[in-house]
């Protein structure tokens, strides 16, 4: 059976209005009334989990059944870089759209794949899809799903390109500000600018890490001032992300930040200040038990090579394996699409996905 019971033009369709509802962080609800009427119309057996007053988790659950496996994915999306470009677009094997690798196609597979596992065993299905929303932003869906939901294992449907990542790397998110005093342009010999301050802090920061850190990836995801006109700003704002292997601890990368922040911070001449907005360690599954074997022999049988490493980018997997749930990722698109302008997926690694999914469930069914 596999994948051949998944029904591509049936998962184009749901792909393809998926993308068409614009679903930034916070404002998933369109996205959300839709999958629940979809899920409805479908017979399948779906909750709505409150996130705040106007959002919800949407959970594809059996009823009565000890769930031993979730597929987990994020309705979300970032903002859009164009609102007038940002909906499906079809062209051969390629769509393109927002969403469409981050996560909206293994989205759309993970819900494919239930509808069929639904329809053939019903009630005795033990296995779930649970579709969170703030992923993006806040990570609040993922925060309200395991105060009242838990099992074994988790697959989340990030793009890895079918790749299984079993672990991720940890997150550390870092803000920078700096202070000084408003004078007018021509006095700017007089004054340390704070936005030069913050400069040779960063430069301070990510030179340590070239020399000691190298393994760590950074970005320098904001930087900007006051809007200070012909004049020295009294401010500047920056904030950076670093992502390590799980190998190196972030309580490790924090001390050592903090204190090359704070060496930095008593060269410049102005007030600085430094802190972690969000701290998420790294994590490595062992390569054992029913559910890894599982997904080996699915991979061997699709032509996928069996090279496990961790997922190099901050998800909800953090989360979910804070809670205990032991949780790896596999899921249709690329990493290098999502975020971008031009972001698409190839709509036959979507089905593919789909087919992977329902055999994964079908082997924990039984």
Known sequence: MGSSSIQPARLKRLLHRLVDIYSPSGKEEELLDYLWGYCRRRGLPVLRQEVDDRRYNL????????????????????????LERFSFEEK????????????????????????????????????CVLLVVGEEEEGDGARALVQ????????????????PCLGQYGYLEMQ?????????A??????????????????????????NRPEVVYNIRDLFSAQAGFAVPERCEAWLDFHMPPELPAGTLLAELEETASRLRQEVKVEALARFTTVHGGYRLVERGPVVDSLREICQREGIAWEPGPFPSHSDATVLWSAGIQTFLLGPGSLEQAHSPQEWISFSQVCRAAGIYLELMRALSC
Do not use: N
């Open 92 to 127: 051969g094997d390629r769509i393109s759209g927002l969403g469409t690798a981050d996560m909206k196609g293994g989205c759309a597979a993970m819900v494919e794949a239930f509808t069929v596992l639904w329809e053939e065993l019903g009630a005795r299905a033990k296995t």
């Open 148 to 163: 009242e939901f838990h099992s074994p294992w988790a697959l989340i449907g990030e793009p890895t390109q079918l790749m």
């Open 59 to 82: 959970l594809l659950m059996p009823p009565h059944q000890r769930v031993e496996l979730a597929l987990v994915g994020h309705l979300d999306t970032v903002v859009a870089h164009d």
């Open 186 to 211: 021509s006095l700017a010999h007089q004054v340390q600018s704070p936005i030069e301050a913050m400069l040779r802090i960063i430069s301070g920061l990510t030179a340590y890490l070239g020399q």
């Open 176 to 184: 920078l500000l700096t202070r000084g005093r408003r004078v007018h």
